[in-house]
């Protein structure tokens, strides 16, 4: 008996030293500020130094609620803002997110039926941004994270009842990040006008958690987002994944700067109707796309179109790319695009490799598609990944390419167009990209 506790013990003895390993096997990549510690990968504040200025919020917000300029506000996971109820956060104020990934990575979320009225000024910006940032009470910006600092908190989800067009013929959805079990995250409906409140000023840096493989959180989600809602000077740098992503919606955004993202500046899905104008992106060889675009998923509100008007796009490696693809639909126009290589343009077939299938190149021919009085020195692009019974893929021919080329040069697109673009102006004086000189 006493040779078999002897054992059980030296067991137990083993498993707490394993997970005291485990533990600190999780903190040791990760570097905590000034008044934080490192507990199982994540930094939070270190109990015998809380501060009186921070606040942590976490959980379910159901009734009216203000964050105060007066103290930084902290998310401890996801917190949520539920349907009925309204965030109003005040000019000037600071939102940090703990570190974290998965179930564990910290957002910021909107539900549908639920409003957030947060409206910053040049003078007193609201940020959100990540608790490994130094930056303090009363200040813009910190100084010890820069463009290429990604991926530290999550991102902000906002969420509302217009029509989307997602697959099999559905009118709502689960928005990327959130369990299908988890109704918070449920977005689309039919009211086009619907309100989800007002967002200004606000600057949204460092983020793009990973919650599942391959899947990180957007600086900005918006999904379902109604024209009622009011978008405009919005700042989103230094995000892991893409800046602004749109599933389905008729919101306008205006005056939106993405920077030094790591995926796709400006991602359309499920028909959005919307618009971005006198927004821009700037980006190194870490980005992917200024514009990825997909049109309806299904046959269910099929009929929306996006607009992208007034805009700029600058790569700084001169290698920047518009994707025009999964039956897009809408119209590109009166853009400036700087290091832009090619707008490409999607065409699928039957197996025969010879029969189109409707696409974004159908949607091109058919001025359902456009893209007109843009100054880029780029060319139209096709591509294809459809395969024929042998496993090849299908050859775009002479002809398509000529078709789609003539359509575009006849539309005004060229080098030598007279395009004001955005007014970068608008970003002055408060944003990250302005005040640290990348832009």
Known sequence: ??????????????????????????CAKTTCPEGYICDQGKCILDPDKKKDDVQVVSGRIQTATTWTADRIWELDGKVVVEQGATLTIEPGTIIKGRTGTGALASALVIARGAKIEAVGTVEHPIIFTS????????????????????????????LGKAKV????????????????????????????????GTLAYI?????????????????????????????????????????IECFGGTVTVEHALVAYQGDDAFDIDQNFAGTFVNSAAIYDNTGDEFLEIDGPENSTYAE??????????????????????SKAQGVITNCKFEGLTRFQLSAKFEEDCTTLKHDAYNNYIDSNLKVTGNKTDAQIYIYTKSQDNNGNTCSITDEMKGAVQSIFDKAGNGKDIQVEGADLSAFEGWTWSSINGKI
């Open 304 to 325: 929306g179109k996006f607009t992208v008007e007034n805009c700029t796009f600058i790569s700084k490696t001169g290698d920047g790319s518009v994707d025009l693809k």
């Open 203 to 243: 600057s949204i840096r460092h983020g793009g958690a990973l919650i599942g493989e391959g899947n990180e959180i957007n600086g900005l989600t918006l999904g379902g987002v109604g024209s009622g809602t009011t978008i405009h000077h919005i700042e989103i740098v230094a995000n892991l994944d893409d800046g």
């Open 131 to 158: 608790v490994l940032d130094n930056i303090k009470l009363g200040e813009k910006t910190g100084t010890n994270l820069d463009e290429k600092d990604r991926q530290k908190w999550g991102g902000v989800i906002l």
């Open 1 to 26: 008996m006493k040779k078999r506790n002897l054992v059980k013990k030296i067991l137990m003895s083993g498993a707490l030293i394993l997970t005291l390993a485990s533990c600190q096997d999780k």
């Open 165 to 196: 067009s997602a697959k099999i013929g559905d009118t709502e959805g689960q928005i990327e990040g959130i369990p299908a079990d988890e109704d918070y995250g449920r977005y689309g409906g039919e009211d086009d006008k619907d309100n989800s």
